[in-house]
């Protein structure tokens, strides 16, 4: 019966880091494509014309839908029997920038829809069009309301990429999979990466809260 090894955790400790570049690699860039992508779903979703709002509404329901480790297989896995291969990493970063882009999309579009219709006005009073009042009036209030949820999105994804252990993504997980393994104390290093993963998801917490106090220091006092 294995038990906390606290030498082993020592010993690990370094390996198991090793495999927290890929993780953040992932995350980061899969938050990116997401963001990106996740603006323009969002756009689509709340256009009045039909031929955008329901293939956003389409792509939505599908990636919010479908599990993750489906999404990883199917990209991994099943892709190359149509003749089309893609790396651990890239099957990885497709796979979760599809799923958290359906979810930002939503939080986007919430945050659009919570400014108020008279900012809109507001924008063409002041000789601005569309676009122009999207980006300098919008946006800014908008970016306030979604940064709380955003950032959480974002913590979900790096603990997340976990599941890309399961393609042989040399991540954290992995990492401290194949020690176990090899040492056959599995409790030693998965707490170990625990504890990784608490220390990176409470550093990025303590950003979200300092951003957020950066953001509310623009609002007017009544605002607060």
Not at 163 to 180: C, D, H, K, N, V
Request: hydrophobic content about 55%; proline content about 4%.
């Amino acid at each position: 019966m294995s038990s906390f090894d606290l030498t082993l955790a020592i010993e690990s400790f370094p390996y198991i880091l090793k495999g927290l570049q890929y993780t953040m690699l992932v995350a980061v860039v899969s938050m990116i494509i997401a963001l990106v992508l996740g603006f323009f779903l969002a756009l689509g979703r709340m256009s009045k014309h039909i031929y955008f709002r329901w293939p956003s509404m389409l792509f939505i329901s599908f990636n919010r839908g479908v599990p993750i480790l489906v999404l990883l297989f199917l990209l991994y896995a099943a892709l190359p029997e149509l003749g089309f291969s893609l790396s651990t990493v890239a099957a990885a970063i497709v796979a979760f920038s599809l799923n958290t882009s359906a979810y930002i999309a939503e939080v986007n579009r919430s945050a659009l829809s919570s400014v108020p219709l008279g900012q809109h006005e507001a924008g063409s009073v002041l000789g601005l069009n569309k676009w122009q009042t999207m980006r300098y009036v919008i946006l800014p209030q908008a970016i306030r309301i979604a940064l709380p949820p955003l950032s959480n999105v974002f913590l979900t994804l790096i603990k997340s990429t976990s599941i890309a252990s399961t393609i042989a993504l040399p991540e954290l997980m992995y990492q401290a999979r194949i020690i176990g393994g090899r040492e056959f104390n599995y409790l030693t290093v998965i707490i170990v990466a625990a504890l990784i993963y608490w220390v990176v998801c409470s550093l990025l917490s303590w950003l979200q809260r300092y951003l957020e106090k950066r953001y509310n220091h623009y609002l007017e006092p009544e605002q607060k």
